[in-house]
């Protein structure tokens, strides 16, 4: 499997990775394109059609606002969420748009940039088609793009081999599913973290290097945590969701006493942890996907329950709990889907707490198998679980869903790691079943907002 820990866990901005940090991907790529082409300089106009799920919930998504940061060239890891603002507001009050930086052309996001409601591309729900024009008005580029979930973009003839097996020979390690996993594992005598920063340690050259940059992941993840719980008021987007994190750490910190009545009250600190991140995210703060944005609360609530409730906690097993989630991560991502638009919330929310269970139970001891039994767990009790988003944003019942999923691994990782790792149902089952729902799923539960609570609860 060519994947690495660095494809499911990349930093970007809210609120959405598929309709956000995608995007902005694919106005990146397109920009790259017109470089390559000799193309820029000629450039007139230029105008981005959003199909599908990208449309139908675009706009609370903040589609529109990734697309045009990607044609001013911000990249997802690096742009300064405080400016972004002010960036569109110039575009719009100017009615024009410095492509790549590099080049003022005149732009209307009413015309140049349309929702197309209710029109799909033929290849995935999250898609969309650039077009450059010439002076004369003639198109000198025709992409279209592709945004499969958690930050991943593949073009239009890139979508046809998105399920091929990986053939990285740079790695020493490869594995196509959970009973390929732990068949390498079981032959090299190796966790499923030793497997993964094997592979990484190939790519990157050294284990310092893998260390670095995978504590860099957790950094930005803290970091997220931290913010989010510093911050108040109300969130963008019209459904005025008042943020609750700063109120639930301050209670939790003034009045400390109570935890010593309460044995459950660990789990509050886990709440706030996930509801911290998501509230960052919904904000369309710095965030990293966890495999995705709509799911980037759980696997940090998880890892922040390691480092700061569970004895002996350290940089190692933080690294090693990113490792393994990782490895599982890549059995989703290669064999079924990450993406709400494409199988519903299970491939995000699902995907989220089976990685977390997996890595959870890998740090507080559990053997390869009983970490592929957390993950399985994980995800048997999410299967079917929709998207329905409440007025497009990544908000209800979003941001209360990532808690659910980090208390619901952190309770997969304990029950596997009372059992001896057989079970009945394996993680590859599970897997191939979330990819089975998902197809059967309607549409209207895939990120539309045209059933579920989107359609069954108040929006303002």
Known sequence: MALSIFDLFKVGIGPSSSHTVGPMVAANRFLDELREKDLLTGTARVKVDLYGSLAMTGEGHATDIAILLGLLGEQPDLVNPDKVAEYIQQIDEQGELNLAGERLIPFNRKSDLPFNFGESLPKH?????FYAFDAAGIVTLD???????GGFVLSDAEVDQKGAAGSDSSVPYRFNNGVELLKVCRQENLSIADIVLANEKARLGSEEKVNEAVLNIWHVMDNCIRRGYQQ????PGGLKIRRRANELYRELTEKPEKALKDQLSVMDWVNLYAIAVNEENAAGGRVVTAPTNGAAGVIPAVLAYYDRFVPGSNEDGIVRFLATAAAIGMLYKQNASISAAEVGCQGEIGVACSMAAGALCAVL?????????????????????TCDPVGGLVQVPCIERNTMGAVKAINAARLALRGDGQHHVSLDSVIETMRQT???MQDKYKETSTGGLAVNAVAC
């Open 125 to 129: 729900p999250n898609g969309m088609r």
């Open 143 to 149: 992409s279209i793009y592709y945004s499969i979930g």
């Open 232 to 235: 108040t008021g109300i969130l």
């Open 365 to 385: 001891g559990g053997n390869n198998e009983q970490v592929e039994n957390a993950a399985e767990i994980g995800m048997e009790h999410n299967l079917g679980l």
């Open 438 to 440: 998902g197809l059967d």
